[in-house]
């Protein structure tokens, strides 16, 4: 499927109570072209940060941006956000979809280049660097179905090769909700999708001309209760969901139950705090009486 440099593209971003990273986002991608921008706000601050932003996204409508506010009411989670999101951002029937992290950038003339990596694949990515102008690295990755360890690039067969939630260039044929799967709130979604699209023989396309600038961190603090919970919680789900035989899945819970306290010591020294440790018990804990809490932090 041939998709021009020229396509209607519509925008979608979680924003998370950072109101003014999320309008530089949204700035990066109308400068780049994009007039349709979807917002879900996941802030759970009863709509301040977004009505924030409301007067200079009116202001954007101008210059002929059509822009639209989710408002769950609620921190829905990643997956739960995007696919909300998408529902809303095909139905302005574009022939692709942008799917960016609210504190990242677009980089000039990164749009029309990963509409032509559609070419190649139905899902493109592009390079990323930090803000602080940082060599540029893959946004894929590399994750170990036994283990639950994040490796190398060209790592063996008993590894996920997935994309990235961080921005996705996605054609509408697959831009369809759900995407990603909603039994993960904050982190392993993206590892799941890449699993799925392994399994659907769906490949995905690395874009070397596009970059967006990433400055990390915009949703959730490393080392926080909310980080910790959710990173282990996603561990835990991945061992069940990669898992092909129930013999695979049995030896990928064993191997976390060694990964996963290893990697919470080695945090609690780094952050000099048991958070970690209190994270991964939580979770652990919440999945073996199958609850989910999300631990959304109070709005200041």
Known sequence: ????????????????????????????????????????????????????????????????????????????????????????????????????????????????????ALDRAPLAIPQVRGAAGAAEGSLSGWYHRASGLQLGAGSSSHCVHYPSGCCLMLRTDIARAPLLDEDFFFYGEDV???????????????????????????????????????????HWLLAVKLAGRPLERVLYIALRCVTLPLRASIRCLRFRSLTPWRGLAAASLDLIRGRCRDLTPPAA
């Open 1 to 116: 499927m041939h998709i021009e440099a020229s396509a209607n593209v519509g925008g979608l971003v979680l924003h998370f109570r950072t109101d003014m990273q999320t309008m530089e986002c949204v700035r990066s991608m109308v400068d780049e072209g994009i007039r349709i921008v979807v917002i879900v706000d996941n802030s759970n601050d009863e709509g301040r940060s977004a009505g924030r932003m409301r007067p200079a996204l009116e202001r954007m409508s101008g210059i002929g941006l059509v822009f639209e506010i989710v408002s769950p009411g609620r921190n829905l989670g990643f997956a739960r956000g995007v696919n909300a999101g998408l529902m809303r951002v095909v139905a302005y029937r574009p022939d692709a979809v942008l799917l960016i992290n609210s504190d990242a950038k677009l980089e000039s003339g990164s749009l029309a280049n990963l509409l032509r």
């Open 192 to 234: 799941e999708l890449g699993h799925e699209l392994g399994v659907r023989g769906i490949g995905f396309a690395e874009c070397s001309d596009a970059v967006i600038i990433h400055a990390g961190a915009g949703s959730a603090r490393n080392g926080s209760l909310f980080y910790e919970y959710h990173i282990n919680r996603g």
